[in-house]
């Protein structure tokens, strides 16, 4: 090859241009002068809202994604908040339904105690206020147990009596604590009189199924008594003040093969829900019948002592 052929231009690698400097004064000179004549002339203001407006419709493409992502927490975080705000809300109407129905006991309790206190006032009869604790174990009597016992001054026999009127008498008397039958025990009878015709006559207890209430007995057919009558204490029975309400007559069966009628009256005192209670002296002393002589005996001897 001859010398003369050959190409001695640089390689396009080493070829030099305009030095970085050149360039970097060029270009921040071309942005001066377009800061300056955007600023001047506005020209550069037809160019933005011409680039926003093409690209408006590709921006809410690309974020649709991203938007419905956001909204999806968003609608998580919200459905947990709401189930948190209706468990909230449940407890505090449980709250507020307890406390209602407590306001409407304590309601219901404040207004049985004034009345008691005043049927106290109006008796004139020695009494004290007490509590039920709980009824008696015996399913198949009408018993409760009062927080007043023999510590307490309460005598064997004393009346027992609600707002509404006669509930029932002391028949066991301990330290503390007394056991009250009410008047409908099958056990329990009361000497009443009826107010409109001033009979006097006898209520026995009668609880049943079919509700408790208290039977007149012994009562002619043809005697004068409707149903409606009010039956109060007689007070003959040294035991009961007179002018207590105790019953009500509800029901009359005139039976043409009896000579007595069935009479079933509904007491008036609250004997199935009564809380507080008053316990009254009796008019005069009960005591416990004493055993007789032959029964404290043994059963062989018995028959040698008669």
Aim: aromatic share 4%; charged share 25%; with cysteine.
């Amino acid at each position: 090859m001859r010398y003369g052929s050959l190409d001695r231009t640089p390689p396009p690698f080493f070829k030099q241009g305009p030095t970085s400097l050149s360039k970097l004064l060029l270009l921040s000179a071309l942005a001066l002068f377009l800061m300056v004549a955007d600023k001047r002339f506005e020209f550069g203001k037809i160019v933005r809202v011409s680039l926003a407006t093409v690209l408006s419709p590709i921006a809410n493409v690309v974020l649709k994604p991203v938007v419905a992502i956001q909204d999806g927490f968003k609608y998580l975080d919200e459905l947990s908040s709401l189930k948190l705000s209706e468990q909230d809300a449940h407890s505090k109407l449980l709250r507020l339904s307890q406390r209602a129905n407590q306001v409407e006991t304590l309601a219901l309790e404040n207004t049985r105690l004034r009345q008691l206190l005043s049927l106290k006032e109006r008796l004139s009869t020695p009494s004290q206020a007490a509590e039920v604790l709980y009824d008696a174990i015996d399913p198949y009597s009408r018993k409760i147990i009062v927080d007043k016992g023999s510590m307490h001054a309460v005598q064997l026999g004393s009346p027992v009596i609600d707002e509404l009127g006669v509930l029932g008498q002391v028949i066991r008397v301990f330290p503390l604590t007394s056991e009250v039958a009410m008047i409908i025990d099958r056990e329990q009878t009361t000497p009443v009189l009826n107010t409109r015709t001033g009979v006097r006559s006898v209520a026995y207890g009668n609880p049943s199924a079919s509700g408790d209430v208290l039977e007149l007995r012994f009562i002619s057919g043809n005697a004068d008594v409707l149903a409606g009558d009010v039956l109060t204490t007689s007070g003959v029975d040294g035991v009961y003040p007179a002018g207590l309400q105790v019953a009500k007559i509800v029901k009359i069966e005139r039976r043409a093969d009896s000579g007595f009628a069935k009479i079933l009256c509904a007491p008036k005192a609250n004997v199935l829900g009564a809380k507080h209670v008053m316990i009254l002296n009796p008019l005069t002393k009960v005591d416990a019948p004493r055993p007789t002589e032959e029964t404290t005996l043994p059963a062989g001897k018995r028959g040698a002592k008669k």
